[in-house]
């Protein structure tokens, strides 16, 4: 059976906002921003758009998420009441050098999110240094890890 699958992207966060209004320093600040108000009902709308497509003709069997809070947040709003392993993991992530990419150790991801599975995330999951190849090693190094290699 052919497998399909949907990615989304998170939902507005404030760094965002700033990067349009061409504020790129004060966006490049904000550390692992938290989606904002219009980001939470973009969140909304979605699950709502996405739940007669759930309903009629998508068998959703996984949900795959970054450890970025503003991706934690929308997935959590976008899945919600619905029964489907999530799987934390940092290989779909920001590739940047800047505190808005950078995320949050995983200690303080497992306070504010209570709800998910964290274990196979190390406590510092992202690289501040982020080139295409540190990205590809980081990638190996997690599917050795966790045996999706094999």
Not at 82 to 90: E, G, Q, R, T
Not at 101 to 121: A, I, Q, R, V
Not at 130 to 148: D, F, H, M, N, P
Request: proline share 5%.
């Amino acid at each position: 059976m052919m497998k399909e699958l949907l990615l989304i992207r998170h939902g507005e966060a404030d760094h965002n906002v700033l990067f349009a209004q061409n504020r790129h320093l004060e966006a490049q600040k904000l550390r692992d921003p938290r989606l904002n108000r219009k980001g939470v009902q973009q969140a909304v709308d979605l699950k709502h758009r996405l739940s007669n497509l759930l309903r009629r003709s998508f068998h959703l069997e996984l949900v795959i998420t970054s450890p970025m809070t503003r991706t934690l947040m929308t997935s959590d709003l976008v899945f919600a009441g619905i029964k489907c392993p999530v799987l934390i993991s940092p290989i779909p992530r920001e590739q940047g050098d800047y505190p808005c990419d950078y995320g949050t150790e995983k200690s303080e991801l497992e306070k504010n999110f209570p709800h998910h599975d964290f274990n196979e995330l190390p406590e510092v999951w992202w690289t501040e240094e982020e080139s295409q190849e540190q990205v590809l090693v980081s990638i190996y190094k997690t599917c050795r890890t966790s045996g999706a290699g094999e």
